[in-house]
């Protein structure tokens, strides 16, 4: 039986995927904050050294604990409700850029938002000869690696994720966007690119799984994030891009799919097909109900943007919170990117409204428009 994964905010980290439990809440909210909302509360430089130095890391991940803990207790945002010891120090390093920056591109850090990548795009030439780095020589991968072990001597073991983004999120970094051009005028340099780069996404979360599971954590699982694929057509993404993530699909037991917060409605047959999946999201205006019924054994996700969260009003959230839980629960909600002028209290009603369905689901089986919960 494929495990599920629900999705995963560590303080400051975009959001990833992680196993799921098994005794997850009907509607399970999963929030998240901007590095510019820890460092407007925490004065936090989330600059160069907070990627590259895990002591300094360390210190840092213990303040925002401490601080959503204050803010929002009997939560569980960022993980709070788990123990401080063994602290989770990958995840959200490097941010997005860990698999282009194997490639070699240019990471640019801010002191208040995640890290960047210079733009520093490839040619055509170039990516038809381009091949998979070598990750045992490559100066980024071995830095990277370098941080597993520190950690693993610092916490006893090494929990939490790199974010390896998906095939065409990366190709896209490499290439800009003249890969919307290649896949009409050069489709072979496009297939080629989009090999090289699954090639190096599964390389690299292979070799730091190992090296985890060396620690004691098991992971068996993988996430591909398609933040991009709404701009491509279903035709395209069936023809270059879905063979990349059956592959990164069977290379393990498990795989997530990110879809963002754009519709999927185009896409969701197509990742229907895919082995082993686990986890998949889409945002509100996509066909819940047929996502459900397409892919009924994954955890699945609602992508809720912080803009809904900050602007609608409490009754909204809940004609919201309601239609997802009756259409496409069980599942999580998550509220990511949240900017500091978003309060506590609004944070706070997200978590309540989604205890609150989550209980009416349990004990009555039916949400409040008498539609059936699908328990």
């Known amino acids: 039986m494929t495990a599920q994964l629900v999705s995963y905010i560590a303080p400051a980290a975009p959001a990833t995927r992680r196993p799921a439990t098994g005794d997850e809440p009907f509607l399970r909210p999963e929030i998240g904050f901007t590095p510019g909302w820890y460092r407007q509360h925490l004065d936090i430089d989330f600059g160069e050294r907070w990627h590259t130095d895990?002591?300094?890391?360390?210190?840092?991940?213990?303040?925002?604990?401490e601080e959503l803990r204050r803010r929002f207790p009997r939560t569980s945002i960022g993980g709070i409700d788990r123990p401080d010891d063994r602290l989770d120090l990958l995840t959200g390093v490097f941010g997005a850029a860990p698999v282009a920056a194997i490639f070699g591109l240019p990471i640019v850090y801010a002191c208040d938002n995640w890290p960047n990548l210079g733009h520093s795009h490839l040619s055509r030439e170039d990516v038809s000869v381009l091949e998979p780095p070598d990750l045992d020589t490559n100066p980024f991968f071995r830095g990277l690696m370098r941080q597993v072990d520190r950690i693993v001597e610092m916490e006893g073991r090494c929990e939490g994720f790199i974010n390896g983004q998906g095939v065409l999120n990366v190709a896209q970094r490499l290439r800009g966007q003249n890969i919307f051009i290649d896949l009409y005028e050069a489709?072979?340099?496009?297939?080629?690119?989009?090999?090289?780069?699954?090639d190096v996404i599964i390389d690299a979360t292979r070799r730091v799984r190992e090296r985890?599971?060396?620690?004691?954590?098991?992971?068996?699982?993988?996430?591909?994030?398609?933040c991009s694929v709404n701009m491509v057509s279903p035709e395209h993404y069936a023809e270059f891009l879905l063979p990349c993530d059956h592959r990164i699909a069977r290379a393990f037991d498990s795989i997530?799919?990110?879809?963002?917060?754009?519709t999927a409605d185009p896409y969701l047959e197509h990742y229907a097909s895919l082995p082993h999946l686990g986890y998949i999201d889409m945002g509100l205006g996509s066909?819940?109900?047929?996502?459900?019924?397409?892919?009924?054994?994954?955890?699945?996700?609602?992508m809720y943007t912080p803009m809904d969260m900050a602007d609608k009003t409490p009754q909204e959230l809940q004609a919201d919170?309601?239609?997802?839980?009756?259409?496409?629960?069980?599942?999580d909600i998550v509220i990511a990117d949240i900017e500091a002028g978003t309060s506590d209290e609004r944070v706070l009603l997200a978590v309540e409204l989604c205890r609150e369905i989550s209980a009416a689901a349990e004990t009555s089986g039916e949400c409040e428009t008498h539609e059936k919960f699908y328990l």
């Open 54 to 65: 895990v002591r300094y890391r360390r210190r840092t991940v213990i303040a925002m604990r």
């Open 187 to 198: 489709p072979d340099v496009c297939r080629h690119l989009f090999e090289v780069v699954a």
């Open 212 to 226: 985890q599971r060396e620690s004691g954590v098991d992971y068996r699982f993988a996430t591909v994030s398609n």
């Open 256 to 262: 997530g799919v990110h879809n963002c917060a754009w």
């Open 287 to 302: 066909d819940l109900r047929q996502a459900r019924a397409l892919m009924p054994a994954a955890r699945r996700a609602l």
């Open 321 to 331: 919170f309601e239609h997802i839980a009756c259409e496409y629960g069980p599942c």
